[in-house]
């Protein structure tokens, strides 16, 4: 069975800090993908990025970062120079056959100006 | 283009009593999912549709819940009867297989909160 394991509950910092959020999964299908999602205090899932098992490539979207490491099954996720409007909670999702997401359990951020 | 619809946006019942959920999906996705988010939780499926056939139901509590999308296109989700536990925010998302990349997003609703007093 999958699982997806984001092991900070809570992270506070101070605006224009960095944050790197931590996901690492158990799976043991070869092909699968993996997603980030913000879910802000209104409440809504935002899509941010997928991810498939057989790309390792890094990527940078704006202020956001995504490192996936395979070796270690995590794909991480920064935030550089946070605003308080990135203050939302992040969770960490997978799917393999069938398109059934597991979440983590999410990482509450929380950006002080 | 319009988002995945959901309706109401709050609840509040008391136990044992019925409510039901409606989801809108965004114009042109086969696939249809509810999903149950405890507070402090990540969210869990609870049923999918593809079409309007119900691709996995496993961790629906069947007794108490059931759901449905006749025509393929937006959907229902009841509770019957509700009990505190069913305290939560229901999600319903939707998604589509892109047939050139073969990448398939869920996009979700901004979702239901119900709370059973």
């Known amino acids: 069975a999958q699982k997806v394991t984001q092991a900070q509950t809570e992270i506070s910092v101070v605006e224009k800090e960095d944050v790197t959020l931590d996901c690492v999964y158990e799976t043991r299908d070869t092909t699968y993908y993996l997603f980030w999602y913000k879910q802000p205090p209104s409440g809504e899932l935002v899509f941010l990025i997928r991810?498939?098992?057989?790309?390792?490539q890094n990527e940078i979207s704006g202020r956001y970062s995504w490192n996936f490491q395979k070796s270690t099954s995590s794909f991480n996720f920064t935030i550089t120079a946070s605003q308080v409007v990135d203050s939302a909670v992040y969770f960490c999702?997978?799917?393999?056959?069938?398109?059934?997401?597991?979440f983590g359990g999410g990482t509450r951020v929380l950006v002080k100006p | 283009e319009a988002g995945v619809a959901q309706s109401p946006r709050y609840k509040i019942i008391e136990k044992r009593q019925s409510v039901a959920f409606w989801c809108n999906p965004i114009?042109?996705?086969?696939?249809l999912y509810w999903y149950q988010q405890i507070l402090g939780q990540g969210p869990k499926l609870l049923i999918q549709f593809q079409n309007n056939g119900v691709v996995d139901d496993s961790q629906l509590p069947k007794d108490r819940f059931s759901a449905e999308r006749l025509k393929g296109v937006d959907s229902t989700l009841k509770i019957q009867p509700a009990k505190l536990e069913d305290s939560a925010v229901y999600l319903c998302?939707?998604?589509?297989?892109?047939?050139?990349?073969?990448?398939?997003?869920?996009?979700f609703g901004p979702g239901t909160r119900l709370l059973v007093l």
């Open positions: 998302a939707s998604s589509y297989r892109d047939r050139v990349q073969g990448r398939e997003t869920q996009y």
């Open positions: 991810r498939n098992s057989f790309d390792e």
């Open positions: 999702a997978f799917t393999a056959a069938g398109n059934k997401l597991t």
């Open positions: 114009s042109g996705h086969a696939t």
